[in-house]
């Protein structure tokens, strides 16, 4: 750069210069026309020399001024976020919110399966026993030697059967009406049992009949009643009694084959549930939770029957309190094979945690079963029948067959007078959910019939009862279960079965359970099971659960005019085997 300090010394050098070149050029010159020339290269040099200065000048001052402030960075600015103002929330104002609330209160379940069962009882066969002596019940047995009907086994197809089946579906509604300036409500529901894989209708089938549609409005827990939130719910009407419920929790396979109420209630074998049934004209009370951990239930259903042995329906109900039709299994027309009237039912049940338990108590009064004598085999029943036994209503037997001698009279045998007793059961259970999701259940139960000694020889009532399962989710989409049932030996049989053994005491059965769900989401699942009741001796429970039943019976159907029959067997031991898989949608 140009070192102005020096500029000036350099510009009178170089004036002097120009200076004496032109003194020189002048004294040189001999015309005026050079002169004029030299004249004109020293005014142009002049010139720039004037402007070479001027620019000296100015550069000189601008060094010389003072240098301006230094601009020292200011540091970032924290700029705090923007304050986003909460979301306004829009109420959604519904336009027809009558409509959403009368939607809201529908629910149900739909279950249909494919199921491939066997009867288990190819190749029996049956032989007639008696007393040693026929004068004294006490002489024990024989056997015959000759088998019954020539050897012949069960009648019909008691093998492997595929068939589809509707499962525990119901379509239910349900709602509230709240006081105004009250914490009382009024509460309501009503439900069906629709039949998807058949049509509705009576139940009519050979192996068990009833009055009551399924189908029809009203079939299922259907109540009217009030609630509070302090001191909780008092209802009117039908429902399954607190001693089912108490312990629904503990059976994954409800609906199922192998479901627990194959033996669990059961207190004589077949397709029918004493103590897992529902209850008409019943009122009862459901208690809140008392300090987060206590609760119970309490039910009463009056017979509302005007018979003194409960021989026909209560007042207002199309079936026997039993749970079948009048007649139900080639009877005569009456409650005699379970009817009773007076039902108590109670439950208390703990719950914290992990913890589950309960124990629960139930009692029917005066079950009538006087058609355990008619078609008995067993010896001392026939022991009664040779002495004209007051324990038997011959009176009825013989007008019976005076009207109808050659149906009624051939084969048939009295019914029991007074074989009229209180039944009750009592259980306890319990389950308990490890961290990762398995639980384990257990229940242990005992049935109980109150009957006089001289007939408890027929007592097949009155048992011991166990039941354990495990149940662990895989994944939060599958589960698999396992469950034995197991029901212990009875006091007596009335001797029914086609291949009845007095001497075969051990009337014990044990069913085993599996089966994996798959969960599509929280309201479909798939499924997979397969069940197997083992009878020994001379129990007959069936395989359970299902819309169809498999059971120890098999297909003998002969009906006369009259409507008695011959209608079909029972054969005791019977060992069952199940395979089923379907789909369960509940919304």
């Known amino acids: 750069m140009l070192n102005l300090r020096l500029a000036r010394p350099l510009l009178i050098v170089l004036a002097a210069c120009a200076a004496n070149f032109l003194v020189q050029g002048i004294s040189l010159a001999d015309d005026a026309q050079e002169n004029k020339s030299l004249k004109e290269q020293m005014r142009q040099m002049m010139q ?3 402007a070479l200065q001027k620019q000296v000048e100015a550069l000189s001052k601008q060094q010389q001024a003072p240098p301006p402030p230094a601009v020292v960075a200011a540091p970032p600015v924290m700029v705090p976020p923007p304050v986003v103002a909460p979301a306004v929330v829009v109420k959604y104002e519904e ?80 709602g509230s009406h709240p006081f105004e300036g009250s914490d009382i409500e009024l509460i309501y529901q009503i439900e069906t049992a629709p039949s998807i894989t058949s049509s509705p209708g009576l139940n009519t089938s050979q192996y068990q009949q009833s009055n009551v549609v399924k189908g029809g409005i009203g079939y299922g827990d259907t109540f ?208 308990y959910t490890l961290p990762f999701g398995l639980a384990f259940s257990g229940i242990y139960e005992y049935l109980h019939r109150s009957l006089p000694q001289d007939l408890e020889f027929q007592n097949e009532r009155q048992r011991n009862g166990l039941w354990f399962a495990a149940s662990q989710d895989i994944l939060n989409k599958d589960n698999v279960s396992v469950g034995w049932a197991h029901a212990g030996r009875t006091p007596g049989d009335p001797g029914g079965q086609h291949n009845f053994n ?10 085993y359970t599996v089966a994996w769900k798959h969960h599509f989401d929280k309201n479909v699942y798939w499924y997979l099971d397969a069940a197997e009741t083992v009878n020994k001796g001379n129990a007959h429970y069936d395989l359970g659960g299902r819309g169809l039943t498999t059971d120890c019976h098999d297909g003998t159907n002969t009906t006369v005019i009259d409507y008695t029959s011959a209608g079909n067997t029972t054969w005791g031991g019977c060992k069952e085997i199940g395979f089923s898989t379907g789909v369960d949608y509940k919304f």
């Open 502 to 511: 007095p001497t075969n005491t051990d009337d014990a059965a044990n069913m």
């Open 48 to 50: 720039r020399m004037d």
């Open 95 to 174: 336009r027809e919110p009558l409509l959403h609330k009368i939607l809201s209160g529908f629910y149900g379940t739909l279950d249909v399966s494919f199921d491939d069962t066997t009867k288990g009882m190819n190749g029996f066969v049956a032989y007639p026993y008696s007393l040693v002596d026929p004068t004294n019940p006490n002489s024990g047995y024989v056997r015959g030697t000759t088998a019954k009907g020539g050897g012949a086994g069960p009648v019909g197809r008691v093998g492997y059967m595929p068939a589809f089946s509707t499962n525990k579906s119901v379509l239910g509604y349900r």
């Open 224 to 431: 009217i009643g009030f609630a509070g939130n302090e001191w909780g719910k008092v209802k009117v009407g039908t429902t399954y009694s607190p001693y089912k419920k108490s312990t629904d929790r503990l059976n994954p396979f409800s609906g199922m084959l192998g479901d627990y109420a194959v033996i669990m209630g059961n207190s004589g074998g077949d397709n029918r549930v004493e103590f897992g049934t529902r209850l008409e004209h019943a009122i009862w009370f459901e208690s809140p939770k008392y300090g987060d951990l206590f609760s119970f239930d309490v039910l009463v259903s009056p017979g509302q029957n005007r018979t003194y042995d409960n021989v026909v329906q209560s007042s207002g109900s199309p079936d026997c309190n039993g749970g079948n039709e009048p007649g139900s299994g080639n009877l005569l027309l009456n409650c005699d094979d379970g009817g009773f009237d007076d039902a108590f039912s109670v439950d208390v049940k703990f719950e914290t945690g992990p913890i589950y338990a309960t124990a629960a108590y139930e009692w029917h009064h005066n079950v009538n079963r006087n058609s355990d004598g008619i078609g008995s085999n067993h010896p001392i029943y026939g022991y009664l029948q040779s002495i004209n036994s007051p324990l038997l209503d011959f009176a009825t037997f013989t007008a019976l067959s005076l009207e109808f001698p050659t149906s009624f009279g051939a084969g048939a045998s009295p019914p029991y007078l007074n074989d009229i007793a209180n039944e009750t059961a009592f259980k306890v259970g319990a389950q």
